[in-house]
Nanobody, 124 residues
Framework: QIHLVESGGGLVQPGGSLRLSCSVF????????IGWFRQAPGKEREWVSC????????RVAGDVQGRFAISREKGENTVYLQMNSLKPADTAVYSC?????????????????WGQGTQVTVSS
């Protein structure tokens, strides 16, 4: 059974930074892709970024390109989302998820396992 745990959320002022972590238990990251999604109140779940453990492929959504970066330390089963220049519009619950089949899918329903989510609030 795969288990994901996110951490690193919190309250930050506009322009600030946060680093989210997604630790995966029960399977090696080398065998699947990790995606980050976010959902703001009253809005649909939105894909943010993904990383393929198989080939290292990285994809980042256009509206966070240049501000957010996904990464993985070699040998670790943890994926990070570094978020810089945060805006109030980035406020959401951020969740990580695992998918085996598509190699870094943008579609949330392609992902089989999900973490519990971590709240990110950007406000002055």
């Amino acid at each position: 059974q795969i288990h994901l745990v996110e951490s690193g959320g919190g309250l930050v002022q506009p322009g600030g930074s946060l680093r989210l972590s997604c630790s995966v238990f029960g399977e090696s990251l080398d065998h699947y892709s990790i995606g980050w999604f976010r959902q703001a109140p009253g809005k649909e779940r939105e894909w943010v970024s993904c990383l393929s453990g198989r080939d290292g492929r990285i994809r980042v959504a256009g509206d966070v390109q240049g501000r957010f970066a996904i990464s993985r330390e070699k040998g670790e089963n943890t994926v990070y989302l570094q978020m810089n220049s945060l805006k109030p519009a980035d406020t959401a619950v951020y969740s990580c998820a695992v998918e085996y089949d598509y190699g870094c899918s943008l579609r949330w329903n392609d992902y089989q396992y999900w973490g519990q989510g971590t709240q990110v609030t950007v406000s002055s």
